[in-house]
């Protein structure tokens, strides 16, 4: 498929998705407007005008352009592209957001981010829908997206309701038998919190990825479809959290290594009562380092 042709096809979705956020007798954009909100040619936008009046989405004469029908998934048409998985675009979202300091407020220009993260409309539209019941961003009242972004009022909701979930994972993983495929993992996870300990002057920069495998597994425990949810968006702030504050990032890591392997013994002594209070204190150390990662990155 030609990109000309390829741009088109995403442009006139694009345009099915502001008339999803229109109703029957509205009056679309003006022919600027579009093209600005498109980042297409006025040549397009009237080439988009027109197949959505061939498949009667609209009426246009002149320059009222009304809108005739809410358009369905049989409207859209076919985007060939390398799209990446929603788990890359969650990173990379993150990442965009953390690295460029996108200030909370700030609008998204979703055709920008779809470009960027190369991701068809209805995916971006889609993934942002997800985060607006995590209020990391809302609908605009006229169409559109806003970040709302990490606040401190955010972080402490977020470390309280992970408090709750990881507590009862733990209690969940204590009581799985011997022959599950958690322990040895657990087993595993523990060698490399031992190995990055010893290295720790080299690679305590290693951390990050380690501490997300370490509560995504404990997190595993658990058979629960919302949970799980909720574990991808604590995993990635958490994760990400890191990269803010480099401030004795060195004796953090260490000290929460230390951490770790102390609720790992708990684990596998099978002593629910440590684990718990192993746990508390974790999330209570990593609470306070996300709320100081926080300040930090404000007055950067």
Not at 153 to 168: D, G, T
Not at 257 to 269: C, D, F, S
């Amino acid at each position: 498929m030609a990109r000309t042709d390829e741009r088109f096809r995403e442009a006139f979705n694009e345009a099915l998705d502001l008339c999803k956020t229109m109703t029957a007798g509205d009056h679309l954009p003006s022919e600027n407007d579009l093209a600005k909100r498109l980042d297409v040619s006025r040549t397009v936008v009237r080439a988009i005008l027109e197949k959505l009046q061939d498949a009667k989405i609209i009426t246009w004469v002149g320059r009222q352009k009304q809108l005739l029908r809410t358009p369905g998934d049989k409207d859209r048409l076919e985007v060939q592209t390398g799209q990446i998985t929603e788990q890359q675009l969650e990173r990379q979202f993150l990442d965009w957001i953390l690295r460029f300091d996108v200030a909370p407020g700030t609008a998204l220009n979703v055709a920008k981010l779809r470009r960027q993260f190369s991701v068809t409309p209805q995916m971006l539209h889609e993934f942002l829908a997800s985060l607006s019941r995590f209020g990391l961003v809302r609908r605009r009242p006229k169409g559109g997206w806003q970040l709302l972004g990490f606040t401190p009022e955010f972080a402490i909701e977020l470390s309280e309701f992970r408090m709750i979930l990881e507590l009862n994972a733990v209690s969940h993983l204590v009581r799985l038998p011997p022959e599950d495929p958690i322990w040895a993992r657990l087993d595993d996870l523990e060698r490399k919190h031992r190995a990055l300990a010893a290295e720790i002057d080299e690679r305590f920069h290693d951390f990050s990825l380690l501490d997300e495998e370490f509560h995504t597994l404990i997190g595993s425990a658990v058979r629960n479809r919302f949970a799980a949810e909720f574990q991808k968006i604590v995993s990635l702030i958490f994760h990400y959290h890191f990269q803010w504050d480099k401030t004795h990032e060195r004796q953090r890591n260490e000290a929460a290594i230390g951490e770790h392997l102390r609720l790992i013994a708990a684990l596998k002594a099978r002593d629910a009562a440590a684990a718990q209070a192993a746990m508390t204190d974790h999330l209570s150390t990593s609470k306070q380092t996300l709320l100081s990662s926080l300040r930090v990155h404000a007055l950067a």
